[in-house]
Each structure stands twice: as structure tokens, then as C-alpha cells.
């Protein structure tokens, strides 16, 4: 704890949790009182190494592998029938594939943005939610390049899209958006895995130490790639996290701006507009605190992690849901000022059919979940009550998601000539294969949280030692 923060008072928070309150009027707590070495190391670890398993995570992983089945039959069904099982025809060739592409690619821009940014801030309360935050990039990257390969129609033949050594002499168009995402979100990747990796190697090696049979002991050992703790490893393993947060960190910035490419390269109204990059950024750090949000407000409760994951934690992370929030609702008011100032009759009919358009009630609803119920964050007892910030993170996901069907459905079914004007209906392939990712998603991370530890224990042990220095 700060220096400036040693008078603080001990109190009881709503949801039953011990928790010290600032001068600042919110919880500012990092770690529970008593709070040791050893206990952060038996909590934390505990929750992998124990058996049984609890029946909340069975259940949750029941449903969540159900949903996969599911999205294996319609990607099994669809490569056995083709992408017209689809609802997309011409000219709304871009239907649920791209806009789930868009959407689970924001998903993961948090993890990167509280592990590498806040890491090179210097902001300790990235502490307790940095190591589940990574796993959320990884497995929501996961599920967003699956969109693209099945759009390609033969997606056996993805590799033609690599720069490999063809004698034929074909290269990749490296005009095409397409290409350009290939580069983006596959750096994306192997710099957040690589980063994810680095980060878990001491706690893999207290996985080790504390396993109870011999197999644990190895696999761990293993993966822990022969730490043990000397001043030489931890050394070297700042340097290489401080070097991998600073190579991660351009790449908030770029992956989404590369993606929003895949329009504003287009003459199509709506698309062919210079806001997009800052405009998809923002949206992707919005979308991706509150799937934060979402994931670790129901498993602080179900593991009991009110002392690690604190009060304080849920607040900051909200008031930076807020702040992209705003930032993304400046971005649709510009988007509609500028189809009125330009004086292009083309888009200023793309506003006014968003918004009275066929279409026009998913605009009305994206304004009410993206814009209208995030403005409660302003109230600072909806920032620290879980239930209350856990539905408003929900009505933001909702919201995002509802964007990016916005702008790509009504700008393509809608475009220049009315003759190629068509409404675009997804089929329950569509849907199958949507929901069916989040199943992909669920699972990944209840894999996760069963077998490697939630939280970076090495971080919050540092944090340990921090307090005990400026105790009194």
C-alpha cells in the first residue's frame, strides 16, 4: 500500500468482504489483512490442485462443451454443404462471419491492455486480474480467426494467404484486407501467448512444489522449464516480461485499426471514413473490460477470491468501461455529424436508413445497451456492487456486438443501386455457429481455471512483501 494510503479504516463491504476504505471513498485494499506468502500460494493453487472439483464447474462445463458439439456440427455441416447454409447472398456478402470476427477480436484487446499497459504504468491493481485477462486474449483470438477461414468458402486452402515459398510464383494479393488481418491478428497471438507463457513460468513452478502425485510433478515441471526462484531467473524474467509488455502494447493499438481497415479501404457508405481505427480501438477496449467483467465478477464469487479480487479492482475497471464507453459514443455522434456535413447524398441515406431503415431497431437497441444503460457507471455504488456492474458489462457486450451487425449488414444491403438492394436473414446455421463459439470460448476457460492457476501468484506475493515494507 502507498504511503499516502496508511491511514485508512477497516470495513465490511456489501458483499461480505473485509475491505479498508481510501480517503477516496472506495474500497483501496490490494490484498486481505494476513495475508502471506504461503496463504496467496495455498488460495490460489488450491483451486487447481484440490479435488474434487467443485459442482459449479462441472455444470459450467457441461453446458459450455455442449455448445462446442454444437459448433462442430454446424462447421462439420458446413464444410460438407458450403457457405450457402448461410443468410449471406449479393450483395451482403459479409454476414455473421465478419461481424463476429470484429467482435471477438475486441473481446480481446483487454487482456492485453491491463497486462502490457498497466504493466508499463506501473499500476499494481492490474495484479489480480492480469494472468486471467491474458487467457481471455488468447481464447477469444482463438475464436475470432476461426470466422475468417470458414468465410473463405474453402478454407483448406487458408494457406495461400501465407507468404510461402510458392514455385509457382503466386504471392498473396497484399492488397486484400484479408491478408493484411492474417499478419495483424497472427502477430497478435504469438506476442500475447508468448507473453501469457513468460508470466506463468514461477507460478508452474509452484504447481510443481506443491503438486501431490508424481505426473503433476512432471507436467508441471515441464512447462516450469527449470525454475527455481534464483536472483539470476528472476532477472532475466523481468526483462524478458518488461521487453514482451512493450512489444504487446503498439499492438492494441494496431490489430483493431487493421481490421477496421477491412472497411474504411471500401467506397461503401458508411465504411470509407478515416474515424474507424481510434473508433474500433476504443470499441475493443470496451467490449473487452466487460467480458473482464462479465467472467471474473461470477468467479470471484464461486472461488472466493473477495481478497484478491477486491472492490477496487471491479471500480477501476469500470471507470475505464466508462471512459472507452464515451469515447465510443463521441464516435457515433461524429459518424452521424459528418453524413450531414459532407453533403454526399450516399451517406447521409446510410444514417437515415441505420436508423428508420429495416434495420432500424438494432441501431435503436445498440443505443440503448452501448450508450444509454453504461451511463449508470457514473454512480459509484453501481461501479462497486457486482450484480448491478455485472448486467451493465452484459448490456455492453450485447451492445458491441450489435454494432458490428449494424455496420456491416445495413451499409451492404443498402448501397449504391437500389437494384442490388436485398435484406440479409441468418439462418440458424448462422446462429449455430455463433453461439457455438462462445461455447468454444467457455470451454477453453474452464479449462483454464482447472488446470493452471487465475491469478499470477508471484505478482501478488510481490505485493505481499510491498506491504509488509511500509507497514508501520
Known amino acids: 500500500m502507498p504511503d499516502g494510503d496508511k491511514n485508512v479504516l477497516v470495513g465490511l463491504s456489501r458483499d461480505g468482504e473485509d475491505t479498508t476504505v481510501t480517503p477516496l471513498g472506495y474500497p483501496g485494499r490490494v490484498l486481505g489483512p494476513g495475508e502471506t506468502y504461503d496463504t496467496v500460494s495455498e488460495k490460489i493453487s488450491s483451486i487447481v490442485l484440490k479435488q474434487p472439483l467443485p459442482k459449479s464447474w462441472w455444470f459450467g ?64 491493481w492490474r495484479t489480480s486480474i492480469n494472468r486471467l485477462t491474458e487467457a481471455m486474449t488468447l481464447f477469444a483470438v482463438a475464436c475470432a480467426g476461426m470466422f475468417p477461414l470458414l468465410h473463405l468458402g474453402r478454407p483448406w486452402l487458408f494457406y495461400w494467404l501465407l507468404p510461402y515459398p510458392d514455385t509457382m510464383g503466386l504471392w498473396p494479393q497484399f492488397r486484400s484486407p484479408l491478408v493484411w488481418d492474417v499478419f495483424a491478428v497472427s502477430t497478435y497471438f504469438t506476442v500475447s501467448l508468448i507473453f501469457w507463457y513468460v508470466g506463468l513460468i514461477p507460478d508452474l513452478a509452484t504447481l510443481r ?91 470471484r464469487r464461486l472461488y472466493g477470491l473477495q481478497s484478491y479480487i477486491t472492490l477496487r479492482h471491479l471500480n477501476n475497471m469500470a471507470n475505464v468501461m466508462l471512459a472507452t464507453g464515451m469515447m465510443v459514443a463521441y464516435g457515433y455522434l461524429m459518424e ?95 446462429w449455430m455457429t455463433f453461439i457455438g463459439s462462445i461455447g468454444l470460448f467457455l470451454t477453453l476457460l474452464f479449462l483454464f481455471i482447472r488446470l493452471l492457476p487465475l491469478i499470477s501468484m508471484a505478482e501478488v506475493r510481490e505485493l505481499v512483501a510491498e506491504h509488509e515494507e511500509v507497514e508501520p
Open 209 to 299: 512444489d506443491r503438486a501431490p502425485t508424481r505426473g503433476k510433478q512432471f507436467a508441471y515441471g515441464m512447462l516450469a522449464l527449470g525454475w527455481r526462484g534464483s536472483a539470476r531467473h528472476w532477472q532475466r524474467h523481468q526483462s524478458a516480461y518488461l521487453l514482451l509488455a512493450g512489444l504487446a502494447t503498439p499492438l492494441v493499438l494496431s490489430v483493431h485499426s487493421v481490421v477496421s481497415f477491412d472497411f474504411s479501404v471500401a467506397i461503401v457508405p458508411g465504411w470509407h471514413s478515416t474515424i474507424f481505427p481510434p473508433y474500433f480501438v476504443a470499441g475493443a477496449i470496451y467490449s473487452g473490460f466487460a467480458m473482464v467483467l462479465n467472467i471474473v465478477i461470477p468467479l
Open 61 to 124: 462445463f457441461t453446458v459450455a462443451f455442449a455448445m462446442l458439439m454444437m459448433f462442430l456440427m454446424a462447421v462439420s455441416w458446413l464444410f460438407y454443404r458450403g457457405i450457402g447454409i448461410w443468410g449471406v447472398n449479393i450483395p451482403v456478402a459479409w454476414g455473421f462471419a465478419i461481424v463476429n470476427f470484429v467482435w471477438w477480436i475486441g473481446i480481446g484487446h483487454a487482456g492485453t491492455f491491463i497486462s502490457a499497459i498497466l504493466l508499463l504504468l506501473m499500476q499494481k
Open 336 to 430: 452521424a455529424f459528418m453524413s450531414w456535413f459532407s453533403g454526399d447524398i450516399f451517406e447521409e441515406f446510410m444514417m437515415v436508413n441505420r436508423a428508420f431503415g429495416p434495420y432500424g431497431w438494432t441501431f435503436w437497441l445498440l443505443m440503448l445497451t452501448n450508450v444509454l444503460i453504461p451511463q449508470v457507471l457514473w454512480i459509484r455504488r453501481v461501479r462497486i456492487t457486482p450484480v448491478l456492474l455485472f448486467l451493465v458489462a452484459l448490456s455492453v457486450n450485447v451492445g458491441m456486438w450489435l454494432e458490428r451487425f449494424v455496420i456491416v449488414i445495413t451499409s451492404l444491403a443498402r448501397e449504391y443501386v437500389p437494384a442490388m438492394w436485398r435484406m440479409y436473414y441468418p439462418t440458424r446455421w448462422d
